[in-house]
């Protein structure tokens, strides 16, 4: 009778055990899947209006300007995002909070000016920074939490497959935005955007952009001088008000589901309960990040994460897609783009668990390689939909890459220290971002090509040397490892011979 009792003790706990575990495990996951929507649809609304921003708000540059706005903001912001986040409590209320400076951007929208659409832009800039620190933050803990419930040991595995799960999400939003855009300018000419010299010899010059359409003294609004489409000038603003009413909806949805679906981290919980950190220390984690040797060697790719988007959306779209194409395919291409990361994301985030993360980044640096050499000998025409499109599923590849692999490096290099450092990289990849749309109008694109060629390779070459220091660690380890075993296994030969030699004597 007692036995049995005991036996069934001993499985009603391994049962409340396994339950407890995996009512853990689906919170995790629900969890992972509601950040994944709240970028999904914030950003489908943030990303149409990005890319239809220079037609929008076309006159004296007002729309590229508020662009630039956006990307210097988020370069500042990411110093002081931890802080930010500290200071509001926790990952979840940060998202919560800075998703108001979308609905914010978005509303300015309606009626732009130098006095709405600059100042909404900058305050999206400034909390930049500290919401994709708290979405990686978030994430991170989440994946490390789940490898600890999971007992899968090393949570590189999790970080990665918990990558891949997200962006496959998030850039769907790629998908819906770039629809939209597509459909908008559908509507219009078809020869807006086209050029006589195309591909790797386009310098910027003699596009179809302004040929008819005069907006540098226009005194109406950009929507108005810029009717491209037959339409009367207040049906074509009530389409562009219906769009952008479509847009503000999707941010404040997102913030709904934010506020009354995304679970509190549990990292900064626990983190509340400790001594308070002085936001000087806060200041000097985030700072002291870009002293540490091991991301210092990884800062040339993560500047590329950022050239390899502002190249796709800004370059490629005008000298490979706009300039033979029309820009009515422009939304087309970046779909392509959009649909191949987002397939991809899932698929390397599950695939490193066998190859490792060390042979897909190698691997993705060998296939840039390959798509830039393409790009500086391929010169594209009108019957190259084909190619073009191929070349764009070729860069959405290689952006699932850098960041489900990137990520999860970082992960895994930086476990105690992730706010600061996620913090850096979101720095690093906007400083890539500004750099690209700084010359991107005062140099040809083979000279663009080649100097993103050139912070690649070194790139490369600072991610081999960290895996070189790394594996040296290792070994220094193992190799301490053995002689404490050696030493151990001499103390206890020695052990026995003495105690040998005591009974000898004593007899």
């Not at 913030?255 to 200041?283: H, P």
Request: net charge negative; charged share 15%.
């Amino acid at each position: 009778m007692e036995q049995n009792a005991c036996g069934k003790s001993l499985a009603s706990e391994e049962e409340f055990k396994q339950s407890s575990q995996s009512a853990s495990t689906k919170r995790i996951w629900k969890n992972l899947l509601v950040l994944s929507s709240i970028w999904l649809v914030n950003w489908t609304a943030y990303r149409a209006i990005e890319s239809l921003q220079s037609t929008l708000n076309s006159e004296a540059g007002l729309g590229v300007v508020s662009l630039s706005c956006v990307f210097g903001g988020m370069a500042l912001s990411c110093l002081y995002a931890p802080l930010f986040i500290h200071k509001v409590g926790s990952c979840k209320w940060t998202i919560v909070v800075c998703l108001f400076g979308h609905i914010l951007y978005t509303g300015s929208n309606f009626y732009p000016s130098w006095f709405t659409l600059i100042p909404s832009s900058i305050l999206l800039g400034l909390i930049s920074g500290p919401v994709w620190t708290a979405q990686i933050t978030y994430l991170t803990s989440s994946a490390q939490e789940y490898a600890k419930v999971a007992q899968q040991g090393s949570p590189e595995g999790a970080i990665s497959k918990f990558n891949g799960v997200f962006y496959l999400i998030y850039d769907l939003s790629g998908v819906s935005g770039n629809l939209i855009s597509s459909l908008v300018l559908s509507e219009g000419r078809q020869d807006i955007g086209k050029g006589e010299f195309c591909g790797a010899m386009d310098c910027g010059t003699e596009t179809n952009w302004t040929s008819d359409y005069d907006v540098t003294n226009s005194s109406t609004s950009s929507v108005r001088s810029n009717n491209t489409t037959g339409l009367p000038d207040d049906k074509q603003q009530v389409i562009v008000y219906t769009l952008l009413g479509v847009f503000l909806a999707c941010n404040i949805f997102a913030v709904l589901i934010a506020w009354l679906c995304l679970d509190k981290d549990v990292k900064n919980l626990e983190k509340t309960s400790v001594e308070k950190i002085q936001v000087s220390q806060l200041l000097l984690r985030t700072v002291r990040v870009f002293k540490d040797i091991d991301y210092v060697l990884l800062m040339p790719l993560l500047v590329i994460i950022g050239m390899s988007e502002a190249l796709v959306a800004g370059d490629f779209t005008k000298s490979y897609v706009s300039c033979v194409l029309g820009v009515q395919m422009v939304g087309y291409a970046m779909l392509c783009f959009s649909v191949i990361g987002s397939v991809c994301s899932p698929l390397f985030g599950h695939l490193s668990k066998y190859t490792g993360t060390r042979t897909l980044i190698l691997a993705a640096v060998a296939a840039n390689v390959v798509l830039l050499i393409y790009m500086l000998l391929w010169q594209p025409d009108e019957d190259s939909l084909a190619r073009i499109l191929s070349v764009s599923g070729g860069w959405g590849v290689i952006r699932a890459v850098w960041h489900t692999q990137l990520y999860t490096v970082l992960g895994a290099t930086f476990p105690s220290n992730q706010e600061a450092v996620f913090a850096n990289t979101k720095l690093t990849q906007s400083l890539g971002n500004t750099m690209v749309f700084a010359y991107s109008s005062v140099l040809c694109m083979d000279v663009k090509l080649y100097l993103y060629m050139a912070v690649l390779a070194l790139g490369t070459l600072g991610y081999g040397a960290l895996e070189w220091k790394t594996r040296k660690m290792n070994n220094t380890e193992a190799d301490t490892l053995d002689r404490t075993v050696d030493q151990g296994k001499d103390r206890d030969s020695a052990l026995e011979t003495l105690e040998l030699m005591e009974r000898e004597t004593s007899l």
